[in-house]
């Protein structure tokens, strides 16, 4: 069975500076990754997503993501975060695309 | 639409009542999906239709839950005899076929009082 942890339960942050979510999968087949923002009331929206290819993923709103399968994570990263991206993120999986296995969330508190 | 719109926005029931909550997929849409999103957790898979198939319904928590979508377009989760542990948001989802990344509406909150 697939499984999602996302380590961290809430990042708090200064504007402008960078940050890195993280998330570990476990699966025992190639699986797809993806990470969704959920801004409060509204649904969740995909910043990006891994099927092949180039580990190294870029999103919307300048996130990326770095598919690593030795280590079986898929860490999210900003550069320099604003106060829009305060949002709860969620890492999923999926075997088949059809079917997502989310994490817990993480929200990311940005700081003035 | 350009969107998949949910309805109710906000469901307050009486423990032991029936619900019925509405999702409306993207146009042209062919596969949708029902996720349950508890407070403070990730959200959920309950079931997935192709069309007006429903290809899998392994997530549904008891047979007090029940999802169609007969015309492979707008799609109902009924849920009867709410109970208290039923109360989260129930998001909805759907795609084109064979794409990966699904769009969300902004789902249903359902209170169980």
């Known amino acids: 069975a697939q499984s999602v942890t996302q380590l961290d339960s809430q990042v708090p942050v200064f504007e402008e500076a960078p940050v890195e979510l993280r998330c570990n999968y476990s699966?025992?087949?190639?699986?797809?990754l993806f990470w969704y923002v959920q801004y409060p009331n509204q649904g969740l929206q995909l910043l990006l997503k891994?099927?092949?290819?180039?580990?190294l993923v870029k999103g919307i709103n300048g996130f990326e993501a770095e598919f690593n399968k030795s280590q079986t994570s898929f860490h999210l990263r900003k550069p320099s975060v604003h106060i829009s991206d305060t949002a709860e993120y969620f890492c999923a999986v999926s075997e088949n695309g059809n079917k997502l296995v989310f994490g817990a969330g993480t929200i990311l508190r940005v700081k003035s | 639409g350009a969107g998949v719109s949910q309805s109710p926005r906000y469901k307050v029931a009486k423990r032991g009542q029936d619900v019925a909550l509405r999702c409306d997929p993207i146009?042209?849409?062919?596969?949708l999906f029902w996720y349950q999103q508890a407070l403070g957790q990730g959200p959920e898979f309950l079931t997935y239709f192709q069309n007006e198939a429903q290809l899998d319904k392994s997530g549904l928590p008891s047979d007090r839950f029940f999802a169609e979508r007969p015309e492979g377009s707008v799609s109902t989760l009924k849920i009867q005899r709410t109970q208290q542990e039923d109360s989260a948001v129930y998001l909805c989802?759907?795609?084109?076929?064979?794409?990966?990344?699904?769009?969300f509406g902004s789902g249903t909150r359902l209170t169980v009082v």
């Open positions: 146009s042209g849409h062919v596969s």
């Open positions: 891994y099927l092949s290819g180039s580990t």
């Open positions: 989802a759907s795609s084109l076929l064979g794409t990966f990344g699904y769009t």
């Open positions: 699966s025992s087949v190639s699986v797809y």
